[in-house]
């Protein structure tokens, strides 16, 4: 009996270690750039250009570049509409609460700049989403933001 | 009889404790390669990342240019000093379709690299596209000659950004935004202020003020924005920069169709931006205004 207690105190611990191997909260792998290709398949932008972390300052969102472990993102390249998605996969889940804000930044400046340019825009940035998942920040302002959504949630659940 | 069972339970305790062992260990092991492989499998991904753009293939999707450092073939008659008459035909059959579909190769990044771009978000077009890089272009959402004066981007007016780049040319193109609420007249004053800050900030760089594009019929229709305002007010720039002695670029000509408004070809679907063809051919023109 003193064995088996034994191993269930070596055994138990590492059992609950492999099923957290991701980090608390369960996230699959995904590559950003296929989540991004994903969402302007089914949620096209005008003009749009895809960009990765290479790229990432002209997302004008001061994600610190050291944080980031892989990026992807589509943006009206025209400048005429307010479209963009980000999918920011980072290091650690803290980089990731910490790009999100950098994202939240991002679209208070974009509401900022658009509400009196283009007014009929605004209900992409008023219906953004910001937003952390496990070690990714995401970055939605579309014509169909709920849509964009369900697509990158569907692919981090797995 | 009694010595017998005891040995047998001493025996069979022993086999179902080594069995748990055999089993832990393999758990173990389990683990420790499911852990390799994952390290791998992870190692393996962020290898395949291309540091480059890619391509989406999406039909609203376009990756950014690749320019070259050629110039090319284009043989437009560019209008520089004050004195233009730009009549060039919209352009080639290369740049008719929207943006997934354009040719890079006729306009010149390094030309551009030691200069400076002030505008409006047309003006951001030239880094979100990837024609030029961010660090050359000065420009934001809703910026016009009044409030180009004072907008801080990164802590930074375009006059700041001007004196940190030191460029070798600035250009200019602003006041779309204020056709709807400035007075042509009002502006063109507030851009001689502009021009005056920038001159204080870099005394060797040579401005160019760039006139404003034309819009489409359709964009016009909805009254902010019209061709009788665009036209009257790079009317006055020209006059401004006679009167100055600054170089004015008729770029509005070169991005007409025969009738006056924003070719199809370089319009955005707002009538007002552009689309990436309208670049290449701004900078392909600019280039040569600038030579």
Redesign the interface.
Known sequence: MK??KI?AA??IP??L??GC?SGGEQVA?I?P?DAV?AV??EV????????????L??FDSHIDADTV??AAF????????PDAVAVIKCKTSEDAAKAKEALQDRLEDQIK??T???PAEMYKLEGAKVYTKGNYAIYIALSDNDKAQEIIDGKLNG | MARTNKKANGLSVAIV?LN??IV?II??LI?LV??HM?EE??NG??GS????????????????AEPNTQNTSETDTPVSDSSSTGTDAPVSDTTTT??VNVNPLNYNKEFFKDDMFIG??????L????FLD?DNVF????LNPESALTYEKDGLTCAGKAQLLQPRNIYIMLGT?GLAFLDGQYMCNKLVELIAQLETACPTAKIYVISIPPVTAVHEAEGNETMTKVLAYNNALKSMCQQGGFTYIDLCSVLQDETGYLSANYA???G?????AAYIRMLNYVEQCAQ
């Open positions: 064995i088996l191993l070596a055994l590492a059992a270690l492999a191997a792998d590559d750039s290709k302007i398949a096209p932008i005008t003009s749009g250009i895809e960009n990765d972390e290479s790229s300052d002209i472990e892989s589509s943006l009206c390249a025209s400048g005429a509409y700049l658009f009196d340019y283009t | 404790a748990i062992v832990g758990i173990l683990v499911y852990m994952k499998v992870d991904r962020d990342l291309s540091p480059t753009m890619t391509e989406s293939g999406e039909t609203s999707t376009t990756t950014p929207p943006s409006d978000s047309i003006s951001t077009g880094y979100l596209y990837g961010q420009a934001e959402t809703g935004n955005e679907a707002d007002l931006h552009f689309l990436s």
